[in-house]
């Protein structure tokens, strides 16, 4: 049909809010559809793409971020173009982006933690994962973060995948982090850690954890290191013995556990202990800083909808900690112009699609991926179906897409708004440019990046290298 949307004479524009792996599968897929016609403008804050592959993957997991060389491919694209160091809302906005593109598509991630809302919380030297992780890894937001290791224990509170990454780089001999892409001033602050133990508390029993059989596999192959866990927090009520018949993970999981639990006469210089059934309930200061923690013991209740829940029994204990991490969960926060559920913390959507909270009327041409989508939940590779998903129902829509405007179908529109507010976005050569100098450098150190941490450095960098 003559003048049909995504056809080569009226191709279909695309918006993509984000540059992490859920927007970039999602460019994937799209570009994999031989029946249209479209371009994709990618926008991301920073003048890094990739997301959480760079900033959130851990630096020993090196094989994880592998996955960069399928998003390099979808940003080499000749239909993709790559604007870095610009930041919706403030570079850009809602408005302007519904008058320049056919359909939106908001990856942002969830990009805040979720508190434990107890006393002394905002004691110094208590921090949430998400912070310590983007510390390690380079993140731009969190390089100045100022973890204290002088202690010799830390908490470590939640027993997810990011509880056991922290605990992980907390305990790993800085030797061999020294091989990885840590970022220079972790490496450095770790090689002066005097952190001798990492206690992980899991509110809820073994069979409940929600961290992966491989990453708790890993806790005990690291050298110099022990892994201790009582007995007895591995004694399973009826219930927590029926959940984990229906679950392969959970039962993978407490074999490795009752392995670490019978490990007799362990004297490594530095220790992981795992708890279960375990809840904080204040973190104790002295002088200012972190002293200690108030712990109490849980046991399990069947809830009104039959689910397992922890319930807190009055017995209470103190653990000696100089420093706290709380890896309880992330959640997505508001972004201009688009319906957000705050009850949980996502976009407001229904499959993929925007949809206003009140009416459930659809927001036409507007669309999510990602944790911003579903919640945090899954790895990087559930984001590759998560995203195809949402692609077919962007898809689906396109009988009914409105036609932009003569200006709206002009890409160079966009750019010259950009340049009009004096925003020096960055290209995907732009992006080769810094990513060659980090190569080079970790090549010099037999490491496989040096990261630039600073974005006024990188757009040095970059400026440069133009």
């Known amino acids: 049909m003559t003048g049909q949307l995504a056809a080569p004479e009226r191709p279909l524009r695309i918006a993509i809010i984000g540059a992490g792996p859920a927007g970039l599968y999602a460019a994937d897929s799209l570009l994999r559809r031989p ?10 804050r920073f003048p890094t793409p990739l997301g959480l592959v760079r900033d959130g993957v851990a630096p020993d997991h090196q094989s994880i971020k592998a996955v960069a060389r399928i998003f390099d491919k979808v940003l080499a694209d000749p239909r993709v173009r790559f604007f870095g160091n610009v930041t919706y809302g403030v570079d850009l906005h809602h408005r302007e982006l519904k008058r320049l593109y056919h359909q939106i598509l908001y990856a942002v991630g969830a990009q805040a933690d979720r508190r434990m809302s107890i006393p002394g919380e905002d004691l110094p030297n208590s921090f949430p994962a998400i912070s310590f992780v983007g510390w390690y890894n380079g993140h731009p937001d969190y390089r100045e973060l100022s973890a204290d290791l002088s202690g010799e224990r830390a908490v470590v509170v939640g027993n997810g995948n990011v509880a056991m990454d922290v605990t992980r780089i907390l305990a790993t001999p800085p030797d061999a982090l020294a091989t990885t892409d840590i970022a220079d001033h972790a490496l450095e602050a770790l090689r002066q850690s005097r952190i001798r133990e990492v206690v992980v508390l899991g509110r809820r029993g073994p069979a409940q954890a929600s961290f992966t059989t491989p990453e708790i596999r890993e806790l005990g192959r690291l050298e110099g290191v022990d892994v201790a866990v009582d007995p007895r927090d591995l004694e399973l009520d009826p219930a927590s013995q029926a959940e984990l ?75 000696q900690a100089g420093l706290v991490l709380r890896s309880i969960g992330y959640r997505t926060v508001p972004i201009e112009g688009v319906p957000f559920d705050h009850a949980t913390s996502t976009i407001n959507n229904v499959a993929g699609q925007v949809v206003h909270p009140n009416t459930g009327e659809v927001v036409r041409g507007e ?27 962007m898809l689906a829509d396109l009988p009914v897409l409105q036609r932009l405007g003569d200006d709206g179908r002009d890409p160079s529109r966009v750019e010259a708004l950009l340049r009009e507010r004096g925003v020096d976005y960055v290209t995907y050569r732009d992006w080769q440019v810094l990513d060659r100098y980090e190569l080079a450098a970790g090549r010099a150190q037999g490491r496989p990046r040096v990261k630039v941490t600073s974005v006024p450095e990188m757009m040095e960098i970059i400026r440069a290298g133009r």
């Open 367 to 393: 669309y999510v991926v990602g944790w911003a989508k579903r919640g945090p939940t899954g790895l990087i590779g559930n984001n590759k179906p998560d995203s195809a998903a949402t692609v077919a129902a």
């Open 35 to 44: 029946d249209i016609t479209l371009t994709i403008d990618v926008f991301n």
């Open 245 to 319: 018949e229906e679950d392969r993970t959970a039962k993978a999981n407490l074999k490795i556990l009752r392995d670490y639990a019978g490990r007799t006469g362990q004297a490594a210089p530095r220790r992981i202990v795992l708890r279960f059934l375990a809840s904080p309930v204040e973190i104790l200061g002295e002088d200012g800083r972190i002293a200690a923690l108030t712990v109490e013991r849980n046991e399990l209740v069947v809830d009104a909808n039959g689910a397992l829940r922890s319930k807190g029994t009055g017995q209470l204990e103190t653990i």
